[in-house]
């Protein structure tokens, strides 16, 4: 792969040697979805897997809200 940028290499790379944060599957109000752990309990939507089109219609579930992930069934 080559990738055309006028920045510095050390810029576009940095970070790229993180271990990404745990990801794990929950339901959120009863629509499954991928949610990256951000802290104890909690958690941030980065996608959802439902086949129903109104599901990504909604707020609650767009990615990057944040949510409680006690009691979240895996």
């Known amino acids: 792969m080559i990738l055309w940028t006028p920045m510095q290499l050390e810029l576009v790379l940095a970070g790229?040697?993180?271990e990404p944060?745990?990801?794990?599957?929950?339901?959120v109000d009863g629509v499954c979805a991928i949610v990256r752990e951000t802290g104890f309990g909690e958690g941030e939507i980065v996608r959802l897997l439902s086949t129903d089109?109104?599901?990504?219609?909604?707020?609650?579930?767009?990615?990057g809200t944040r949510v409680i992930l006690y009691g979240a069934q895996a």
Do not use: C, K, N
């Not at 944060?21 to 339901?27: C, D, H, K, L, W």
């Open 16 to 18: 790229s040697d993180r």
């Open 21 to 27: 944060a745990p990801e794990r599957e929950v339901f």
């Open 53 to 63: 089109a109104l599901d990504y219609l909604e707020p609650g579930l767009a990615p």
